[in-house]
């Protein structure tokens, strides 16, 4: 029952929420193009935390998501060509693998608008077996990410195992320039044995947040 509750909240994630966005991707843009951060210039193309309503975020919580962020460009000044996003797993400091990887082609004159990822944990309930290990290795993680331009959706899904031991938080970088073919920093996903720290962004706090036992860093980056 807890595997077929699974899949039918991963199916509705993998629907609503690209639906959504691609919606709002045909409507104007969620936030105006003038930035908050002082230290950005209005010339500037930029990437950020969408300005999501509240309705829209409840939606997304009803399809089943545990965790997600969603990022818009805003203010293009660049014929982007192809966007990429993936994960990179850090543990205890030292990057261990990227995973993930997914690429968007943009033809003519489209336009990407949002990055998001969407996480979904799980847990399959083994009424046969109350060891405690085997419990917790089935505890795992539905990473689903998305690339939604003003007429395409670009999907990837992975299933993680987590320790259900550890302790979770996450953090979105805020609004920041997007430089071409730059890796950008999107959002860190920080598990720790007990607890974890909050942190305020990835780039004012990468070094703290690299200090955890294990830190997934969702990046993307954007190519002529």
Do not use: H
């Amino acid at each position: 029952m807890i595997k077929k509750s699974f899949k039918i909240k991963s199916i509705l994630i993998l629907i609503l929420i690209p639906s959504l966005l691609l919606i709002l991707a045909s409507c104007k843009q969620l936030s105006p193009n003038i930035n908050k951060n002082n230290s950005l210039s209005n010339s500037d193309s930029l990437i950020g935390p969408a300005n999501l309503t509240p309705e829209v975020k409840n939606l997304i919580k009803i399809g089943g998501a545990n965790v997600f962020y969603v990022f818009e460009v805003k203010n293009q000044k660049e014929n982007y060509k192809k966007v990429s996003c993936w994960i990179d797993l850090f543990e205890d400091g030292k990057l261990k693998t990227s995973f993930g990887k997914m690429t968007s082609m943009l033809q003519g004159s489209d336009k990407v608008k949002y990055i998001s990822i969407s996480l979904n944990n799980w847990n399959i309930d083994n009424n046969n077996n109350n060891n405690n290990n085997n419990n917790n290795n089935n505890n795992k993680r539905d990473l689903i990410t998305s690339i939604i331009s003003n007429n395409s959706v670009s999907q990837g899904r992975l299933i993680d195992k987590i320790d259900s031991k550890s302790g979770e938080s996450s953090v979105a970088n805020q609004e920041q320039k997007l430089i071409v073919g730059q890796d950008i920093n999107l959002a860190a996903f920080i598990q720790n044995e007990g607890s974890t720290s909050t942190f305020n962004s990835i780039s004012e706090n990468m070094k703290e947040i690299l200090k955890n036992k294990k830190v997934y860093i969702f990046r993307c980056k954007l190519e002529k």
